[in-house]
């Protein structure tokens, strides 16, 4: 198969990796008990855990201004919370 023209392979972006990646989620779940048939449901969520930066991968084009730069990176550390009430 012939790569498209300005393309360094067919197989496109997921042939290079971006340097450095570190992507630690992590969740934890608490239930507490109300009455007999009711609970109460906390829980927390983390993604990216240690909010380090995770670049994306370089510009693959060759025919681009930009080949082999990174222009950008992954998301910062998000963290959620929810509660939820069960009967």
Do not use: C, W
Not at 5 to 30: C, E, F, H, K, W
């Amino acid at each position: 198969m012939q790569p498209a023209v300005g393309t360094y392979s067919p197989l496109g972006a997921n042939t290079i990796l971006g340097p450095g990646l570190v992507q630690i989620d992590m969740g934890v779940t608490r239930s507490f008990r109300v009455r007999e048939r009711q609970n109460v449901q906390f829980r927390a969520e983390a993604f990216n855990l240690p909010n380090h930066l995770n670049p994306n991968n370089p510009v693959l084009a060759l025919n681009s201004r930009d080949f082999g730069k990174i222009l950008s990176a992954g998301d910062p550390r998000i963290m959620q919370f929810a509660l939820k009430y069960l009967f």
